[in-house]
């Protein structure tokens, strides 16, 4: 079932009013990971619910539970559900979005306020943090709501909302919602297939649908021994320096061309076969769209296929941060006292948090016994989530093929993505029905870099694709 050309027309028609709506979400500093802007997440959340009530969806609050970060015990912020329509004729579709973002600040790199939406005339970006990650696709779905709802136009499909502002640190609380409310009676009985909007092309120019996401483990360990920072001057080749020690370990987790250290972690993956690669070559990508998405020729490799499965199939270990360090302008001549490194390790079948993480953590405690150093290592874990492969060749995906197709005149590449959304295997398993990955932003939008956007014409193409995806879905037999 083609959408209605009414449809279209209303999202063309609606576009200004639409980002003006995408401003005022990303002017919400909805940060999960500081626990200074808790109270925008929750701020989020009922800006959130508000815009789905005015248009006609049936929601609530969910409460998830405590917190502790920083120290700090703080209130998780709610999951939003939603639900419109219950109509046993027609197909029932979970949509996943979340509506927290990750940290940004002008001083990072940005050319202009993070959290003040830039509609730049010129290029046609729309620039702020969450304008594509995930802002952008959630209100992509308030537009679709927003034709249906003013026009009196009933929607093809029922339509179950689950929203949360913790994906960006770790979907906390969000798997036992997601199991509790699968079951006979829960929240989401009845569902028949999942779509969630929150990952990007591979490129600048083809659409594509995405059947595979890695998962995530991510650690942070800590130096300490001295009871307070020092003067280098006096102590330097006098004491263990905790930040020597740290640099030394995170040194021994990956080298220079992405191979990971930890014994065991690279070999739990076998090989990709010539039939796979065959895959991987026919993707609409070259070294030049990583490179520019990068903003440096720095890819790995020459080889288009060694960097898609670096990106898609293997698992990579990266080094975030350390906290604790000296980090501001001047030659400060300190020893820190204290000093937490961080990293995580995208996961690919088969591997899961509970079979690395021991590895990890045998692999530090081993290496740091090599020091020799009266330091104190501590090692914690501070979330995790298992990667995800789906059956692309399933009705759902069907669906968004022809929605690609009439939308954007194009087939869709197939992909798997190299990020994480770590509830997607929970509804998997915990409904027992398919989920498609249905982006709308490009490989180039920034996604908890600096400078994030979204183009214009992704949004409002984007738009139509996932109103589009609907009444596709309805056109197949139930
Ligand atoms: C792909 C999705 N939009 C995303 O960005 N997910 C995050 C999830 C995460 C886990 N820990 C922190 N963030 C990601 O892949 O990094
Ligand atoms: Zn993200
Ligand atoms: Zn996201």
Known sequence: ??????????????????????????????????????????????????????????????????????????????????????????????IYGHFDVQPALKSDGWNTDPFTLVVNKEDGQLVGRGSSDDKGPILGWLNVLQYHHENKRPLPVNIKFCFEGMEESGSEGLDELVERESKPGGYFEGV????????????????????GLRGLTYFKVTVTGPGRDLHSGVFGRTVHEPMTDL???????????????VPGVDEMVPPADEEE?????????????????????V????????????????????????EGAFSEPGAKTVIPA???????????????????????????????????????????????????V??????????????????????PDLTREGGSIPVTLTFAESLGVNVLLLPMGRGDDGAHSTNEKLDRSNFIEGSKLLGTYLYELAAIAK
């Open 277 to 297: 690669k065959a895959i991987y070559k026919a993707l609409d990508y070259s070294i030049a769209d990583v490179q520019s998405a990068a903003g440096g020729e």
């Open 1 to 94: 079932m083609a959408a209605p050309s009414e449809f279209l027309q209303y999202i063309d028609d609606k576009a200004d009013a639409f980002i003006q709506r995408l401003a005022d979400a990303v002017g919400i500093p909805s940060i999960s990971g500081d626990a200074k802007r808790r109270g925008d997440v929750i701020k989020m959340a009922k800006w959130l619910n508000d815009q789905l009530t005015a248009l006609g969806v049936e929601t609530k609050f969910v409460d998830l539970g405590k917190q502790e970060l920083d120290g700090q015990i703080l209130d998780l912020p709610p999951a939003v559900l939603g639900k419109i329509g219950s109509d046993a004729a027609k197909k029932t579709v979970l």
């Open 299 to 322: 890819a790995l490799s020459s080889d288009k296929v060694e960097v898609l499965m670096g990106r898609m199939r293997n698992p990579s270990l990266s080094l975030h941060g350390i």
């Open 390 to 411: 789906a059956d692309h060749k399933h009705w759902n995906f069907e669906a968004a093929k022809k929605a690609t197709r009439a939308v954007y005149k194009q087939e």
């Open 192 to 211: 028949d297939c999942v779509c969630i909007s929150d990952n990007y092309w591979l490129n600048d120019r083809t659409p594509c649908l995405t059947y």
């Open 338 to 388: 204290k000093v937490s490194g961080k990293f995580s390790i995208r996961l690919v079948p088969p591997q899961t948090p509970e079979a690395v993480d021991p590895l990890v953590i045998t692999y530090l405690k081993s290496e740091f016994a090599k020091l020799n150093s009266k330091n104190t290592l501590i090692i914690d874990n501070l979330h995790g989530g298992k990667p995800w």
């Open 247 to 261: 640099i030394h370990l995170m040194g021994r987790l990956v080298d220079p061309t992405g191979k990971i250290l």
